[in-house]
């Protein structure tokens, strides 16, 4: 980049303090570009260089208003368009996407988010953050110098406004985060038709923003997104539970008909690769990689990874040390690893075709809900007895025959070869009319294990805990099905109830609160049963 901005010859004392800057800005470390920049402006106060590296640095803290004005005085002073445009228009782009913004703090973050019901993520966001501050700075080695920035678009159109990204790009690998410019960039799970597990993304992208600085920007992507991917869920526990069952059957077959996507063709993005089922796969393999390294050395070997390649080794050098085998050998021993089944996949034998689950963004929707559950059903394979058992559940649930419904709902999950959580759902909703708990509550706890994204499944399960007195356990599930759809009112209204019978006042306000935000949003969410 110096190359197109500078003019200069190789022993300029500007280009090597432009060069000084330019090195810290890349690293991300904004105190060392500071005390750079410094360094500039004191030699060259009104160069055009010094302006437009002030524009950079204000960029990066998030200040920009200053960064446009001071990326037009580079301009005024006769610094070239090229990188300038480009830089230019992001400080403009963020401006314009976070002007009123509402900002909360936590202590080691501050969120922006736009007024309004964006606003309710506010307090999930922060504390799911800190929990993954607490463990994973521990676990890297690094600590940031300054609050982590994060700021949350209304749609796919904003971050793809604020970003490289084109919305395609966006749609197509279903990338609805990024790390990039020193901040966290996030789209509402409002954006999606049915959410999307938000609270393990923002934790993802915390994982991007360490593994950046401690890596000084060093880390190729296929690790920072294996890293990522396997320690998002440290926030709520161990790492390694991000990867779901589909994304597990994907990443088998691709090795068994070797059709892997190799690492280096991740770079520079998986959210440039053309589908969702793509980056799916990718995500799985890289998650492999560094599963392989946590299981030889523990922490302790992803810790010396990052650690390595900020010390100057490649990749290959990095993970060698890390795995206390060649590069070879590793590759090797992973290729073995991705053919054998999971736990999680072990109940995928019956599924065919492999299908990974998509997102589904609300303006591409165009009135779409969730499939019937004889849809979902439809690939799963079944005699005619549990297909009809199915069809007719459906017909006396229309009717509001809870007893008849219920009774061939539970022939039909007898028939099926795994749960379908639409169809357990259902049979469910159906026993919870005729007050019977117990059985709603078995199979919703089978449909939640089988599929814990189920924001509907999460929101149905904790009403039944709920009634069955069962406290903790609907807590649980309530901030799981938060976790990715928060804008249920369902989940605020049981949540208020729980909150009350724990006799938590803070707990209670937090969701009186949320549910005065997410019933404004009840007119664009269907009903769940």
């Known amino acids: ?118 606003t309710l993520l506010a307090p999930y966001a922060l504390e799911a953050l800190e929990k993954a501050y607490a463990g994973l700075t521990k676990d890297l080695g690094v600590e940031p110098a300054q609050k982590i920035r994060v700021e949350i678009y209304d749609s796919a159109k904003s971050l793809a406004h604020v970003s490289p990204l084109t919305i395609e790009q966006i ?126 050395g523990g922490q302790a070997a992803l810790t010396e990874l990052v650690s390595a390649m900020a010390g100057g080794l490649t990749d290959e050098q990095a993970v060698a040390r890390a795995y206390g085998k060649s590069f070879e050998e590793f590759e090797a021993d992973w290729s073995t690893e991705v053919k054998k089944p999971r736990a999680k996949a072990a109940s995928q034998k019956a599924v065919r075709p492999v299908v990974a689950k998509k997102l589904v963004f609300k303006e591409d929707a165009k009135g779409r809900a969730e499939p019937p559950p004889l849809d979902a059903a439809a690939e799963i394979p079944a005699d005619q007895e549990g297909k009809r058992a199915a069809r007719l559940g459906e017909i006396f649930y229309g009717r509001r025959r809870w007893a008849a419904a219920a009774k061939e709902y539970a022939r039909a999950r007898q028939r099926l070869p795994r749960e379908v959580p639409q169809i357990a759902r259902r049979y469910a909703f159906s026993e919870m009319q005729l007050g019977r708990f117990a059985e709603a509550e078995e199979a919703l706890r089978s449909a939640t294990e ?24 609907a807590r649980v599930a309530l901030d799981n099905g938060i976790a990715v759809d928060p804008f249920d009112p369902d989940l605020h209204a049981t949540y208020l109830e729980v909150a009350k019978g724990l006799k938590d006042p803070a707990l209670e306000e937090r969701e009186r609160k949320a549910l005065a935000l997410a019933a404004g949003l009840s007119g664009e969410k269907g009903h769940h049963e």
């Open 1 to 118: 980049m110096i190359a197109l901005l500078l003019a200069l010859s190789v022993a300029s004392p500007l280009r090597f303090l432009a060069e000084s800057v330019e090195a810290q800005l890349e690293a991300w470390d904004l105190g060392g570009a500071s005390k750079a920049l410094d360094e500039l402006v004191q030699s060259r106060p009104d160069s055009p260089e010094a302006a437009y590296f002030r524009g950079r640095l204000l960029f990066e803290q998030g200040k920009y208003d200053e960064a446009s004005k001071a990326y037009a005085e580079a301009a005024q002073r006769g610094l070239g368009k090229g990188a300038l445009e480009s830089d230019a228009h992001l400080a403009k782009a963020a401006a314009d996407e976070t002007k009123g913004d509402e900002v909360f703090e936590s202590a080691h973050f501050s969120l922006r988010t736009r007024p309004g019901k964006d």
């Open 171 to 296: 749609k197509g690998s279903g990338t609805i985060a990024l790390c990039k410019y020193s901040r966290l960039m996030v789209t509402s799970p409002k954006a999606l038709l049915r959410g999307y597990p938000w609270l393990d993304t923002v934790s993802h992208e915390f994982v991007h923003y360490l593994v950046t600085q401690k890596g000084r920007n060093t880390v190729p992507i296929w690790l920072q997104e294996g890293l990522a991917k396997f320690l998002e869920t440290r926030w709520r526990g161990a790492p390694g539970m991000a990867v779901d069952e589909m994304s597990l059957a994907l990443l088998q077959d691709a090795a068994k008909k070797g059709k892997l996507i190799p690492f280096a063709k991740m770079h520079p993005s998986i959210a440039m690769l053309p589908t969702q089922e793509q980056a799916a796969l990718a995500f799985a393999e890289v998650e492999a990689a560094i599963r392989l390294l946590y299981q030889r």
């Open 450 to 473: 089988r599929d814990p994204d189920d924001e509907a499944a999460q929101a149905l399960y904790a009403r039944v805990l709920l009634k069955r007195g069962a406290l903790d356990k």
